[in-house]
C-alpha cells in the first residue's frame, strides 16, 4: 500500500460543483501539502500544514479551501468548480525533524471542470 | 525571490546514451537542492538531494548531480539511459526544513530505441 494515498484519482465534473480531493498518510509525518501540477509550470503550492492545528496559504490559494482532520489526513476542496482548475493534484507529506524537508508525494489525482 | 529554470522541456536520447538535464536556480541563501521524478500515472519520486558536503551526489536509479555555486546550477546526469528512464524530471530548490521550496516546469525525457 502507498505511504500517501488520494482519492478519488480520476474525477470530471462540472463547473459550479463543489468537489473534494482527500489525502491520507502512514508515514507518520506532521506536515502536509497540496500542490497543483499544470503542464509547463510545474507544481505550484496551494496549500500546506504543519500540524492539526496549523493551516497556511500557498502561493495560489485562491478558489481552494482545507482541512486537516487529522494529522495522517488533509482534504482539498472546491467550493465552486471552474474549468481553469483542471489540473493534476499531488498531496505531500514531510518530516519536520527532516533538515532537507524531502517531500513524499502521493499518486496524484486528476481533476476535469468541464 | 527563489526561482528554478529548467531551460529544456524536452529531451530526446537514444538507449544507452549518456544525458545531462539541466537546472539553473535563484536563491538568497543557502540552497537545498533537489532532483524528482514523475513517471506516467505516478507521483514524484526523490531521486537524489543535496544541501552541504560533496558537490557531486549520488542518487538512485544510477542519476548523478553536481552541485555549481558559481554557476546557480545543480545539473542531473546519467552515463547510460534505459528505456525505463522515460518520464518528467523536476528540479526544485528551498530552504532549510523545507522551507520556500520551489519547482521548476519540468523536463519531458524521451528515450528512443
Known amino acids: 500500500d502507498a505511504d500517501v494515498t488520494q482519492t478519488p484519482r480520476n474525477r470530471i465534473t462540472k463547473t459550479g460543483k463543489r468537489i473534494m480531493l482527500e489525502c491520507s498518510q502512514t508515514k507518520g509525518h506532521d506536515r502536509m501539502y497540496w500542490y497543483r501540477q499544470d503542464p509547463g509550470l510545474g507544481l505550484q503550492l496551494i496549500y500546506y500544514s504543519f500540524d492539526v492545528k496549523d493551516i497556511n496559504k500557498g502561493e495560489i490559494s485562491d478558489g481552494y479551501s482545507v482541512s486537516r482532520q487529522a494529522q495522517a489526513k488533509f482534504s482539498l476542496s472546491l467550493e465552486s468548480a471552474i474549468p481553469n482548475q483542471t489540473a493534476l493534484y499531488f498531496c505531500?507529506?514531510?518530516?519536520?525533524?527532516?533538515?532537507?524537508?524531502?517531500?513524499?508525494f502521493g499518486e496524484g489525482s486528476r481533476l476535469t471542470v468541464l | 525571490a527563489q526561482s528554478v529554470t529548467q531551460p529544456d522541456i524536452h529531451i530526446t536520447v537514444s538507449e544507452g546514451a549518456s544525458l545531462e538535464l539541466r537546472c539553473n536556480y535563484s536563491y538568497g541563501a543557502t540552497p537545498y537542492l533537489f532532483w524528482y521524478v514523475q513517471s506516467p500515472g505516478q507521483g514524484l519520486q526523490l531521486l537524489l538531494k543535496y544541501f552541504s558536503g560533496d558537490t557531486l551526489v549520488q542518487g538512485i536509479k544510477g542519476f548523478e548531480a553536481e552541485f555549481k555555486r558559481s554557476q546557480s546550477s545543480f545539473n542531473l546526469r546519467k552515463p547510460s539511459v534505459h528505456w525505463s528512464d522515460a518520464a518528467e524530471y523536476f528540479c526544485?530548490?528551498?530552504?532549510?526544513?523545507?522551507?520556500?521550496?520551489?519547482f521548476g516546469a519540468g523536463t519531458i525525457l524521451r528515450v528512443k530505441s
Open positions: 505531500a507529506t514531510s518530516d519536520p525533524g527532516s533538515r532537507s524537508g524531502e517531500l513524499f
Open positions: 526544485a530548490v528551498g530552504g532549510e526544513y523545507g522551507n520556500k521550496l520551489v
